[in-house]
């Protein structure tokens, strides 16, 4: 979602830390914060930092955590080297409708909601930034003393195995899931990690693969290149597009187009096996 020009970096405590946390709030918290970084970056090989740590609240806390209690919270840390922003601006960015963009350039921080979700958890939000050097943003949750709950192992998963091979492309950490999901179901799987690697290895196998799923956007040649590639062969092979980009990334990049087969991440392991069966099937 954030493209190649921006380096991801994370830090992770070496011990978990666990809240009590919906996850389905949770995630659009780092998609937000992720999104404003991206907007907010102007050179290549600019950096978003994620980290995690632990903090402890002892007396008087400082304004910017917005009072917090006294105890121990996990401290998620988003920061950017992007273009960063004045103090009259960092003072708003928590109020609904504020925009740091032009009428018609985006559709804002949604900071609020981000802020609202937070606060729902009984956490808190502060926000540092400097023109010219980055933003941190710091969200503060409390720890609980109890096991996580793992509920994606409650899920239902897809029960049928398969025993296709599939030609799979992905050009990032998303890739050895997938192939770890696909060979524990019983699929043979061949890898890549771009399209152009993508279109050799399937003209050489194209009598094996039956599917291929393959990131609409990667290095050298994307998705929707491999696949125009492969439009001329006969249409005994199935093709199944991952993205974790939003659709006017794809838009802009005139990337998507009517009728492709797409999976938008991040994806639950039984949407997965379930689309894939689908594809498989046709």
Do not use: W
Not at 137 to 152: E, H
Not at 206 to 231: F, V, Y
């Amino acid at each position: 979602m954030i493209g190649e020009n921006i380096e991801l970096k994370v830090d992770l405590k070496d011990r978990d830390l666990i809240i009590l946390a919906d996850v389905g709030q949770i995630e659009p918290v780092l998609m937000n914060l992720a999104t404003n970084a991206r907007g907010a970056v102007t050179v290549p090989l600019d950096e978003l930092m994620i980290q995690i740590d632990v903090f402890c609240f002892k007396g008087k806390c400082s304004s910017d955590t917005h009072g917090g209690k006294e105890g121990k919270y996990a401290l998620l840390s988003v920061s950017d080297t992007g273009i960063g922003m004045d103090e009259a601006a960092r003072m708003r960015i928590f109020e609904p409708f504020f925009r740091t963009k032009e009428v018609g350039k985006g559709t804002g921080c949604g900071l609020s909601m981000v802020y609202g979700i937070v606060k729902q958890h009984e956490g808190y939000i502060a926000a540092t930034s400097r023109p010219g050097i980055g933003t941190t943003f710091r969200i503060y949750l409390p720890l609980v003393q109890s096991q996580a709950l793992d509920i994606a192992v409650t899920e239902p998963r897809e029960t049928r195995r398969g025993t296709e091979t599939m030609l799979v492309s992905e050009d990032d950490a998303v890739r050895n899931l997938v192939v770890t999901l696909l060979t524990e179901s019983g699929y043979t799987v061949m890898i890549s990690s771009d399209g152009e690697q993508a279109r050799e290895v399937f003209l050489e196998n194209k009598d094996r693969i039956r599917l291929l799923l393959l990131d609409l956007i990667m290095p050298k040649m994307n998705g929707k290149e491999a696949l125009d590639a492969k439009r001329k062969i006969p249409p005994t092979i199935k093709e199944l597009f991952m993205s974790g980009y939003t659709a006017d990334i794809l838009e802009k990049r005139n990337i998507r187009e009517e009728g492709v087969n797409l999976l938008t991440k991040p994806i639950s392991p039984t949407t997965f096996f379930k689309r894939v069966r689908e594809a498989s099937d046709i």
